[in-house]
């Protein structure tokens, strides 16, 4: 059986121009980068339709390391709509290099379903994240230099915000101290490191509509308080407009292409886990300029990336999806069950039926928003009939239609079925969207609504801290501001280890971390960290390159 990357290599790849042309970009319209990648320029002048094409959002169950694979039935579902005669347009995320080098593997979907060109994509691509990555700590060198020279907006260095980050995964860095080396080396005080995409700069960037929002964000931005207990921002630092020149790049949508040709725009990448987990809203904006129907993804399960798509991303978007569609295994669902990882390719009907209502309470979730749901089986070579028959005639019970995709081994041939009712459905997605919670709702009231009504939980608890930061929030009206949940995407609950649908459970709020420029409170519950750490057996050492540059191991 052939790796991802080899089925990559042996791809014939299509000038980036002729790609574009496809969905009606000109020549001028965008900037490429080399053969088969290329920026689409924001110029006001670019001719877009008005009607904005149909949007597809494609979601999962909690995730499970056997692999959902939902970046993979995105791209094999938007070349089944090509197939179809559709002018389709895929808008994912980018990858982030910690789990490329780690252990989850790239983002650019897998098998005869991919993005190319795949290693491209996946180590540094258009350097948007290190643009990201340097704009961040020019902040933070910015911030620590303000201290240095006399401290003039009275920065207490105790109660500061802003770490720095690495697009890397480095848990030595989670706390470190700074400033060590005697008087002209800086003030010391403890510092850590965050992985890029946790930066609220990758958040920004992925909400913002054009460069002059990106800058009003970046100066709102709450970097530390003061020694009277008041927040400072970017805009006393004075340090906006530089922030926003190393972005001015990195703010534009990446075309590349899939195996089959299908012009895809891969932007932002923030993880749903920690951060809002969508592709950028541009990017999503302007494949919906451009194409008639959209395939995007959010990240992790619908708990997590689905809820953020729905109260987070749709309200800047100013649209909610046509048809949601949850990507589930066989695999996975007979882990969430109880069964052994290593025993997930034998037939295991029990095992499959205990993990089905973590499959129902995703359903559920999304059908909440008024949107009508798919399931999407992700087919494995290892599922067996009566495997498959069990989820369909569970999933028939929620009110949702299922098929089987098998577009891992089959490219966008896998899908036909499920492309098709991808189209009647979207045609009818007339419902009104309902959304989770008023924009403006008290921050419990938030919390309480999605842990009972995405999560199935029954009670939300603040630690001291978070309590009290909330009542220090209300001055400044920050307890009003959406939330974005920091959870382990393994459990629907804060505890990785409750795998299936968990009942009664409590989810506990540890700390808010408020993000003004972003627009939102992030809320990290249970352990959860904002700097991964490497496996035991992390992907670098499987990967290498020969001396033809063949790349090797990269999934
Ligand atoms: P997700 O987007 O849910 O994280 P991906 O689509 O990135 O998942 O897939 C993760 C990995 O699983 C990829 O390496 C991909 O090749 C593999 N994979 C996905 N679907 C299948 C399948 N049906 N059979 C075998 N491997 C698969």
Same mark, same amino acid.
Do not use: C
């Given at each position: 059986?052939?790796?991802?990357?080899?089925?990559?290599?042996?791809?014939?790849?299509?000038?980036?121009?002729?790609? /574009?042309?496809?969905?009606?970009?000109?020549?001028?319209?965008?900037?490429?980068?080399?053969?088969?990648?290329?920026?689409?320029? +924001?110029? @006001?002048?670019?001719?877009?339709?008005?009607?904005?094409?149909?949007?597809?959002?494609?979601?999962?169950?909690?995730?499970? *390391?056997?692999?959902?694979?939902?970046?993979?039935?995105?791209?094999?579902?938007?070349?089944?709509?090509?197939?179809?005669?559709?002018?389709?347009?895929?808008?994912?995320?980018?990858?982030?290099?910690?789990?490329?080098?780690?252990?989850?593997?790239?983002?650019?979907?897998?098998?005869?379903?991919?993005?190319?060109?795949?290693?491209?994509?996946?180590?540094?691509?258009?350097?948007?994240?290190?643009?990201?990555?340097?704009?961040?700590?020019?902040?933070?060198?910015?911030?620590?230099?303000?201290?240095?020279?006399?401290?003039?907006?009275? =920065?207490? *260095?105790?109660?500061?915000?802003?770490?720095?980050?690495?697009?890397?995964?480095?848990?030595?860095?989670?706390?470190?101290?700074?400033?060590?080396?005697?008087?002209?080396?800086?003030? *010391?005080?403890?510092?850590?490191?965050?992985?890029?995409?946790?930066?609220?700069?990758?958040?920004?960037?992925?909400?913002?509509?054009?460069?002059?929002?990106? @800058?009003?964000?970046?100066?709102?931005?709450? !970097?530390?308080?003061?020694?009277?207990?008041?927040?400072?921002?970017?805009?006393?630092?004075?340090?906006?407009?530089?922030?926003?020149?190393?972005?001015?790049?990195?703010?534009?949508?990446? +075309?590349?292409?899939?195996?089959?040709?299908?012009?895809?725009?891969?932007?932002?990448?923030?993880?749903?886990?920690?951060?809002?987990?969508?592709?950028?809203?541009?990017?999503?904006?302007?494949?919906?300029?451009?194409?008639?129907?959209?395939?995007?993804?959010?990240?992790?399960?619908?708990?997590?990336?689905?809820?953020?798509?729905?109260?987070?991303?749709?309200?800047?978007?100013?649209?909610?999806?046509?048809?949601?569609? !949850?990507?589930?295994?066989?695999?996975?669902? @007979?882990?969430?069950?109880?069964?052994?990882?290593?025993?997930?390719?034998?037939?295991?009907?029990?095992?499959?039926?205990?993990?089905?209502?973590?499959?129902?309470?995703?359903? @559920?979730?999304?059908?909440?928003?008024?949107?009508?749901?798919?399931?999407?089986?992700?087919?494995?070579?290892?599922?067996?009939?009566?495997?498959?028959?069990? =989820?369909?005639?569970?999933?028939?019970?929620?009110?949702?239609?299922?098929?089987?995709?098998?577009?891992?081994?089959?490219?966008?041939?896998?899908?036909?079925?499920?492309?098709?009712?991808?189209?009647?459905?979207?045609?009818?997605?007339?419902?009104?969207?309902?959304?989770?919670?008023?924009?403006?709702?008290? /921050?419990?009231?938030?919390?309480?609504?999605?842990?009972?009504? =995405?999560?199935?939980?029954?009670?939300?608890?603040?630690?001291?801290?978070?309590?009290?930061?909330?009542?220090?929030?209300?001055?400044?009206?920050?307890?009003?501001?959406?939330?974005?949940?920091?959870?382990?995407?393994?459990?629907?609950?804060?505890?990785?280890?409750?795998?299936?649908?968990?009942?009664?459970?409590?989810?506990?709020?540890?700390?808010?971390?408020?993000?003004?420029?972003?627009?939102?409170?992030?809320?990290?519950?249970?352990?959860?960290?904002?700097?991964?750490?490497?496996?035991?057996? *992390?992907?670098? +050492?499987?990967?290498?390159?020969?001396?033809?540059?063949?790349?090797?191991?990269?999934?």
């Amino acid at each position: 059986m052939k790796t991802d990357i080899e089925i990559a290599q042996e791809a014939v790849v299509q000038p980036i121009g002729e790609i /574009a042309e496809k969905v009606g970009l000109k020549a001028h319209e965008i900037e490429p980068y080399g053969y088969d990648k290329a920026k689409i320029n +924001l110029d @006001k002048s670019v001719d877009r339709q008005s009607d904005l094409g149909k949007l597809i959002l494609v979601t999962s169950i909690n995730p499970t *390391p056997a692999g959902e694979g939902k970046s993979t039935v995105t791209v094999g579902l938007a070349d089944a709509l090509s197939l179809a005669g559709q002018k389709t347009m895929i808008a994912l995320r980018e990858p982030s290099l910690g789990p490329v080098m780690g252990l989850k593997g790239g983002a650019t979907g897998g098998g005869y379903s991919q993005v190319i060109p795949m290693a491209d994509i996946n180590l540094h691509f258009t350097g948007d994240f290190h643009a990201l990555t340097s704009a961040h700590n020019t902040l933070a060198a910015a911030m620590d230099n303000s201290i240095y020279q006399g401290n003039p907006l009275k =920065i207490d *260095p105790r109660r500061i915000l802003w770490k720095r980050v690495l697009d890397i995964n480095d848990r030595a860095l989670r706390h470190t101290t700074i400033g060590l080396g005697g008087p002209t080396s800086g003030v *010391p005080r403890e510092d850590g490191f965050d992985i890029t995409v946790a930066s609220e700069l990758m958040a920004i960037l992925t909400l913002s509509t054009d460069l002059q929002d990106l @800058k009003q964000r970046i100066e709102k931005i709450v !970097v530390a308080y003061n020694y009277d207990k008041k927040p400072v921002t970017v805009a006393d630092l004075g340090v906006a407009g530089a922030l926003t020149v190393l972005l001015k790049d990195a703010i534009k949508p990446n +075309l590349v292409q899939t195996l089959a040709h299908t012009p895809s725009i891969i932007h932002g990448g923030p993880f749903a886990n920690i951060a809002q987990g969508t592709n950028s809203v541009l990017a999503t904006k302007t494949a919906l300029q451009l194409a008639d129907y959209v395939v995007t993804e959010a990240g992790f399960g619908a708990d997590l990336g689905g809820e953020k798509f729905m109260d987070i991303k749709v309200p800047k978007l100013g649209k909610a999806p046509d048809a949601v569609v !949850v990507v589930a295994t066989v695999r996975a669902l @007979k882990h969430h069950g109880g069964a052994a990882l290593a025993d997930l390719n034998q037939e295991d009907l029990l095992a499959l039926k205990g993990g089905l209502e973590n499959l129902g309470q995703n359903i @559920k979730a999304m059908q909440r928003y008024g949107r009508p749901v798919l399931v999407a089986v992700n087919r494995f070579t290892a599922d067996t009939d009566a495997e498959i028959k069990l =989820i369909e005639d569970f999933v028939a019970t929620l009110g949702a239609q299922v098929f089987l995709a098998d577009v891992w081994a089959q490219g966008g041939a896998g899908a036909q079925d499920l492309a098709q009712a991808v189209i009647e459905t979207s045609a009818q997605a007339d419902a009104d969207f309902t959304p989770l919670y008023q924009e403006d709702a008290p /921050a419990l009231e938030k919390l309480q609504a999605i842990v009972e009504n =995405i999560y199935g939980g029954v009670a939300v608890e603040l630690s001291a801290k978070a309590e009290k930061q909330l009542t220090d929030f209300a001055q400044y009206g920050w307890d009003k501001l959406p939330i974005v949940m920091a959870k382990t995407q393994y459990s629907l609950s804060d505890d990785p280890k409750k795998l299936g649908a968990p009942k009664d459970f409590t989810v506990h709020i540890r700390e808010f971390v408020p993000k003004l420029g972003a627009g939102f409170l992030v809320a990290l519950t249970g352990s959860i960290l904002t700097m991964p750490g490497l496996p035991k057996h *992390p992907a670098a +050492l499987d990967i290498d390159i020969d001396e033809n540059g063949q790349i090797s191991g990269l999934f």
